[in-house]
């Protein structure tokens, strides 16, 4: 079975620095890959996605993730964060049913908190 | 109204009462899913439906009976729930339930049980 793994439940940075969330996955076929962000009381949101096309993906609000199949990660990142950033966001990555139709499997999430 | 919303947003009820909560999509999907949300755990699965027809249930306990009457609605119905089912529930839709397609979610129901 599918897994995701998210290294840290917390990452804080200052506003302008780095964004940087680790997701790791785990996969017996050549994944399709997903980062969804979560702000206060609200649904997921879908950031960007990987379908096996080109593994440098560029995302929603100057996001951006690469996919390195030798290391099995999805690293999520952002040159300079902003306040408006702050929320939890989630790796996933799509798996099979017997059925033929496929899930989500979801990483135990990242908060980001923003400091000014 | 767009996208997919969901009612109530909050809901409080005891072990024994029946309450229904509902989703929403105007988004001309084929496929509607419910997620369990709990604190320090990754989003749960619970059901799957693919054109009205349920396609998968992951496990879930009777408590909890899903309803897709059409397209664009989905129920999920509540009873004798446990104090640990108390979580946020969110309604999701994608065009179809295959690995490459979008899922976009509702703002989710937090449910309380007493």
């Known amino acids: 079975a599918q897994s995701v793994t998210q290294l840290g439940s917390h990452v804080s940075v200052s506003e302008g620095a780095l964004v940087l969330l680790r997701c790791n996955y785990s996969s017996s076929v050549p994944p399709y890959l997903f980062w969804y962000v979560q702000y206060p009381n609200q649904g997921l949101q879908l950031l960007l996605k990987?379908?096996?096309?080109?593994?440098l993906v560029k995302g929603i609000n100057g996001f951006e993730a690469e996919f390195k199949k030798s290391e099995t990660s999805f690293h999520l990142t952002k040159p300079s964060a902003h306040m408006s950033d702050a929320a939890e966001y989630f790796c996933a990555v799509s798996e099979a049913w017997n059925t033929g139709f496929q899930k989500l499997v979801f990483g135990t999430g990242t908060r980001l908190l923003v400091s000014p | 109204e767009t996208g997919v919303t969901q009612t109530p947003r909050h809901l409080v009820m005891g072990m024994t009462n029946k309450k229904s909560l509902k989703c929403e999509q105007h988004l001309g999907h084929n496929a509607m899913y419910w997620y369990k949300q709990s604190a320090k755990k990754p989003l749960e699965l619970m059901f799957v439906?693919?054109?009205?027809?349920?396609?998968e249930n992951n496990s879930v306990p009777s408590r909890f009976s899903p309803e897709c009457p059409n397209s664009s609605h989905l129920f999920l119905h509540l009873h004798t729930l446990q104090p640990e089912d108390s979580a946020l529930y969110l309604c999701?839709?994608?065009?179809?339930?295959?690995?490459?397609?979008?899922?976009?979610f509702g703002p989710g129901t937090r449910l309380t049980v007493l």
């Open positions: 999701a839709s994608s065009q179809n339930p295959v690995g490459t397609d979008t899922q976009y």
């Open positions: 990987y379908t096996s096309a080109a593994t």
């Open positions: 439906y693919s054109l009205e027809e349920r396609v």
